[in-house]
């Protein structure tokens, strides 16, 4: 009986000590505890957060992938939809690939086997269906199906600034620009006259009123469009006056829903979006700077508490964090000349070349039925793969054939384009062959 009773008692104290460890892993974000592998580089954020991807008893469903990544797909018109595999038409090719769940080509937990873009089959997976291209077209052959989707090519979903007709219609443009020039960025409430004077803050009695955030509040954008403390440090729920010494990004979302969205898409804000703790530098799988490993990413990471420096943010927060090759070359770029010279009043407003610029553009978003230009914070529709950026940044300083050999060009990037591209990619020869031919084909 002593010795059931003792079994009983180890027994006990090893479940007690078990789920300790596991509660305390969880707690310290230590995955590799529980998971069966390391997931890839868009995803190991939210690792954690299992029951993004995951259901009871039901494995990985499709929707998992969608609730995230649908719209991105819509708006650059996937060109490999599931309704594409899923016609009949095609029912000979799916039996060489089951290509109908975003999980067939992207494998979660198999470092072994996941590539660039987090995609774990072999790079000739376009064999599955194109196996017959160098018959169709002259100028494929003698190439290799592990070069399909090398920069300058094709990509698998986004084709947008790859297509022949997009090609065709950029061919012999110079490699530099006479009159570079971006967009500028629709602000909120601009209409709201700065003549009408610079409110008083309206922070309650007792509140912390300190001169130097007073004064970085009163010249900011924030000041000259009515938006004073209240409106960020209130909290109404509370009472008229209850005061909020630290919002949190909530109070920006009050007039910022756009860039808001946009930033829980991408790498510094999807872990917010799934309810996890803020990134920090100490995450990232990209060197970073060791000083910065504890900081937490918000709003204000970037944008400052009380002065909002647009400036800022779009250079200097950004390297605040960043230690990898390619951002430590920045500073010897001529894209960085360019944002220097814009900030002392040597260079047009918009004509210097930031971190932002190329990585969090502005772009067209129609909100009720009005074009206005905001800024992009999700990164991701610029990073990987990097042909995402041509549209957005690129083209509007550098011919097409240049830039695609720039981005094509590795140890090019990492130098952080200082220099000229050592790769020719042909394509745009080869769409004004295909062009040719179409014109040629209508007579």
Known sequence: MLKVFKFWNIWFVAVISLAAGLTYSLNQESPEFVTPGEMSHGHHQIELACSVCHTPNQGVKQNACTQCHAEELKRVDDSHPVIKFKDPRNASRLEKIEATKCITCHKEHSPDTTLEMGVSLPTDYCVYCHDTIFEERETHQNLTFETCATAGCHNFHDNTALYERFLADHLDEPDHK??????????????????????????????????????????????AAGVNC???????????????????????????????KSFQEGMHGMRVAQELSPMRPELARLDMKSNAAHKELNCISCH?????????????????????EHSQNYINSKHFMTWEKELAGDAPENTGVSCATCHMPRIEVNEFGTTVIRVDHNQNNTLRPNEKMIRTSCIDCHGLQFTINALADEALIERNF???????????????LEKIRTEASKR
């Open 178 to 223: 006479l009159s570079p020039k971006r967009k500028s960025r629709s602000y909120y409430n601009e209409q709201v006259a700065k003549s009408e004077g610079v409110p008083a803050p309206d922070a309650p009695t007792g509140a912390p009123k300190q001169e130097e955030w007073v004064h970085s509040w009163e010249i900011s954008s924030h000041a």
């Open 230 to 260: 209240m409106d960020c440090h209130g909290d109404t729920s509370q009472g008229a006056e209850f005061w909020v010494e630290k919002p949190t990004h909530m109070s920006c979302v009050k007039c910022h829903q756009y860039e808001n």
């Open 304 to 324: 400052g508490g009380h002065n909002f420096d647009t400036q800022y943010a779009a250079t200097q927060a950004c390297m605040q964090c960043h230690d990898d």
């Open 418 to 432: 200082v220099g000229h591209p050592s790769v020719n990619i042909e394509r745009l020869e080869w769409a004004r």
